[in-house]
C-alpha cells in the first residue's frame, strides 16, 4: 500500500544541521510532487517546502528560505529536506506529503507519520 | 502572505451539526482542502476543492466555500469526530501552501 516514512529526525543544538528522508513505497514516486510540513508542539500545522516530480522546481516557506532546502532522487524513491542553522523555534514534527494529482493541485492525500526535530541547546 | 483565520474550537453535542469556518481575503476564489488531525497522529485529507470528500470519507462531512469564508460541515456528528481541523489553500501569488490556524472540535 501507499506508505510514506520519515526518519533522521533527533536533538541538535541550534546553528547546527539535520538532513531529513522521506522513504516512498506503493506508488510511482517520480510522478508526484512532495512537500514537507511541520508542526511545532501544541501549534498548528505549517507548510515548509514543495518540489516537482522531477526536482526541477522548488519553493521553500519564508521562515526556513536560505537555510532548508528540498530535494529528491528518483532513483532511490526518497525525498529530502536538508536544514542548516537552525533554531530553536523549527522545534517541530515534520511530515511527507504527497501532492494528489498529477500536475499538481495543492492537496496533500498521503502522510507520513512524521519525525521530530528538537532544537535545543 | 496570505492569511487564513480558524476559530481555536467548536464544541458540539453527539448528533447535532458541526460548522467550522476558515476565513481569508476572497478565499472564495480559491481551491480550500479540509485536513483532520487526531492526537499523535498524521494529518489526513478530509475534503478537497472546495467540496469533495477524500476517499473513505463518510457523507456527514461537507465543505462550501463562498465570499471570504469557506466552511466544513459535520452533520451528526460522533464521538470519533473529535479532532483538530485545519483548512488549506494554494496562494498562487506566492506559490506557497497556506494552512489555517486550526479548530479543535470537542464532542461534548
Known amino acids: 500500500q501507499v506508505q510514506l516514512v520519515e526518519s533522521g529526525g533527533g536533538v541538535v543544538q541550534p546553528g547546527r544541521s539535520l538532513r531529513l528522508s522521506c522513504a516512498v513505497s506503493?506508488?510511482?514516486?517520480?510522478?508526484?510532487?512532495m512537500h514537507w510540513v511541520r508542526q511545532a508542539p501544541g501549534k498548528g500545522l505549517e507548510w515548509v517546502a514543495v518540489?516537482?516530480?522531477?526536482?526541477?522546481?522548488?519553493n521553500h516557506a519564508d521562515p526556513v528560505k536560505g537555510r532548508f532546502t528540498i530535494s529528491r532522487d528518483n532513483s532511490k524513491n526518497t525525498l529530502y529536506l536538508e536544514m542548516n542553522s537552525l533554531r530553536t523555534e523549527d522545534t517541530a514534527v515534520y511530515y511527507c506529503?504527497?501532492?494528489?494529482?498529477?500536475?499538481?493541485?495543492?492537496?496533500?492525500?498521503?502522510w507520513g507519520k512524521g519525525t521530530t526535530v528538537t532544537v535545543s541547546s | 502572505s496570505y492569511v487564513l483565520t480558524q476559530p481555536p474550537s467548536v464544541s458540539v453535542a453527539p448528533g447535532k451539526t458541526a460548522r467550522i469556518t476558515c476565513g481569508g481575503n476572497n478565499v472564495g476564489s480559491k481551491s480550500v482542502h479540509w485536513y483532520q488531525q487526531k492526537p499523535g497522529q498524521a494529518p489526513v485529507l478530509v475534503i478537497y476543492?472546495?467540496?469533495d470528500r477524500a476517499s473513505g470519507i463518510p457523507e456527514r462531512f461537507s465543505g462550501s466555500n463562498s465570499g471570504n469564508t469557506a466552511t466544513l460541515t459535520i452533520s451528526r456528528v460522533e464521538a470519533g469526530d473529535e479532532a483538530d481541523y485545519s483548512c488549506?489553500?494554494?496562494?498562487?501569488?506566492?506559490?506557497?501552501?497556506?494552512f489555517g490556524t486550526g479548530t479543535k472540535v470537542t464532542v461534548l
Open positions: 506529503a504527497r501532492d494528489r494529482h498529477t500536475p499538481p493541485d495543492g492537496v496533500m492525500d498521503v
Open positions: 488549506q489553500v494554494w496562494d498562487g501569488s506566492s506559490d506557497h501552501r497556506v
Open positions: 506503493g506508488f510511482t514516486f517520480r510522478s508526484y510532487a
Open positions: 476543492h472546495d467540496s
Open positions: 518540489i516537482s516530480y522531477d526536482g526541477s522546481n522548488k
